[in-house]
């Protein structure tokens, strides 16, 4: 067996297992099983479990990019996507990957970022990876709306952070939940992320009230 369909198969093992264990409960012993492979062969190809580990991330991280930015359900159509269309099919795509995917993205979601450096530097660079894209889309509606951008940088910027933290979390309770699809997940939080973004683009803010 080539070298790396064999290195895919340990990888395959390494993401179930530290998915659904934790990355300090899982053995080697037992991804080497899973694998059908010996534990020798996989300290040969992977040299560590701090490396395999690494090597997971990397694989999930840029699975996981892939897939928002290569989103384009409405490519087919013609002249260009609003942002509005391309942020829906990031969403949407996001949210499919993170439910068939669910060993990956807890492997991502909650045990990289527990497990101090580089592990946790790996997952911050994919999540800043998104929220430049999710940065450009917003800025691009605020452009559409306003013909120019009206937004200030600062406050697309935190918009962006606040829709992916929200995509994160809603994605951990989907998976959870069960019943929640990946289409449905997605139309929460446009319905609760795009119409304020539109109240802001039309000059319409919310302010405390005085007491």
């Given at each position: ?6 290195e ?13 264990r ?7 012993d ?8 010996s534990?020798?062969l996989?300290y ?26 290569g ?7 013609p002249g ?15 949210f499919?990957?993170?439910?068939e ?16 450096e ?6 911050a ?13 917003i ?8 013909g120019?951008?009206?937004l ?10 606040a ?5 994160e979390?809603?994605a ?7 019943s ?10 446009m ?10 683009m ?10």
């Amino acid at each position: 067996m080539p070298r790396a369909v064999r290195e895919q198969q340990m990888l395959d093992a390494a993401v179930r297992t530290f998915g659904q264990r934790g990355y300090r409960a899982a053995s080697m012993d037992e991804i080497a099983e899973l694998a059908g492979v010996s534990k020798p062969l996989v300290y040969l190809y992977l040299n560590s479990k701090e490396e395999l580990f690494s090597a997971c991330i990397r694989r999930e991280a840029a699975a996981l990019v892939a897939a928002v930015r290569g989103a384009d359900g409405g490519a087919a159509a013609p002249g260009p996507v609003p942002a509005d269309r391309q942020l829906w099919d990031g969403l949407r795509a996001f949210f499919t990957h993170t439910a068939e995917r669910p060993d990956g993205w807890a492997v991502l979601h909650s045990q990289a970022r527990t497990q101090g450096e580089p592990f946790a530097a790996e997952v911050a660079a994919m999540r800043e990876e998104i929220v430049s894209f999710v940065t450009t889309l917003i800025a691009e509606a605020a452009r559409a709306a306003h013909g120019d951008p009206s937004l200030p940088e600062r406050e697309v910027a935190g918009l962006a952070q606040a829709l992916v933290g929200a995509a994160e979390s809603l994605a951990g309770w989907a998976n959870v939940e069960g019943s929640v699809s990946a289409k449905e997940a997605a139309a929460t939080l446009m319905n609760f992320a795009w119409a304020g973004l539109g109240g802001l683009m039309e000059g319409r803010r919310w302010v405390p009230s005085p007491l």
